[in-house]
């Protein structure tokens, strides 16, 4: 008999019965009269008919006096069915196996580090500010016509904030959500994905936003990287044998998220966070597809790093220069 193992969804039914019969052909003396092969959780039974339906194998599900429940198949057909299932349950624990084997990359701290740098270094110019010009407003996502064509403003908005609370407020879960990207996909590659999501999020609001649409913040980026985290989640369970409720549970645990934290009063820009959790969920789906987490070297790391912090330089260059302008 099988080793029994734990799931939900407890059911009794009959599978193809010999000779290509379903259900009703299949006796209620003749189901007694079988081999138990496997005896747990309705829920283990069914998969495993399931397994044993699409081989045109014989079974049934009946309730077991003790409690759970048995499958059962004629004895002639025992050693092929028991099998089988050894087979299928191997498969699915090589699966899981094979999702959650990436082993936790380093550099995380550091780019926790300097995300917190960023943010109190512009909160600080913009300020006192710097260079004698206002730098939420040569910064902020602007979707007036003539603010469209300055792209900049996707990667600087993403720097900016209204006041101490919404900066300290993004600079705790942007950390949080930025050090998990960064165990998955490492520090360089996981803050430059953050930061090219988070941009297209705020390109994609400036151009479907009302003219008079103005926002700031890292939450954007902060809601990619939880889409970064979901996507590449959702995917990897995607080629697990499981339910589908179990397989896309990544899915709706970042989607709950995104209603619970992203969508608040009137001031909360809950366009932007919509649009980078969905710039975010599909990277992070390409990534798990393309097999990113297991292929990123130190050197690529840091090349990805020194982009990111290139890019927000050049953003805020041309933003300073314009409104110098």
Known sequence: MLPAESM??????TGPAPGGAVGSAVGSADVRDWVAIYRGSGGVCRDYGLVLEALVLPYAIVEHPAGGCELRTPASQASRVEEELRRYAAERLAR?????????????GAGAIGYGLVLLGVAYCAGIR?????????????????????????????????????????????TVAGVLCSRRFGAGVAWLSILAMGALGNILE????????????ASTAIFAALGLLSG???????????RWLDRTAPLFAGVSLLALLGAGNAHVDV???????????????????????????????????????????????????????
């Open 96 to 108: 899981r196996a094979a999702a959650s084997g990436d082993a936790p990359q380093g550099g995380a």
């Open 271 to 325: 366009l932007g966070h919509v649009l980078g959790f969905s710039c975010g969920l599909c990277l992070g789906w390409i990534y798990a597809r393309s097999g990113m987490p297991r292929i990123c070297g130190t050197r690529l790391q840091i090349a990805a790093g020194s982009l990111a912090m290139m890019l927000i330089a050049a953003a805020w260059t041309f933003a300073v220069r314009s409104a110098g302008a």
């Open 206 to 217: 400036m151009l479907v936003a009302p003219v008079a649409y103005r926002a700031v913040g």
């Open 8 to 13: 939900n969804l407890a059911s009794v039914s």
């Open 130 to 174: 710097l260079f004698g010009i206002d730098w939420l407003a040569a910064g902020a996502v602007d979707a007036g016509a003539g603010a469209r064509d300055e792209w900049w403003r996707a990667v600087t908005a993403l720097t900016l904030h209204l006041d101490p609370a919404h900066l300290f407020g993004n600079l705790l879960f942007g």
């Open 232 to 242: 590449v989640a959702w995917r990897q369970r995607m080629s697990v044998r499981e």
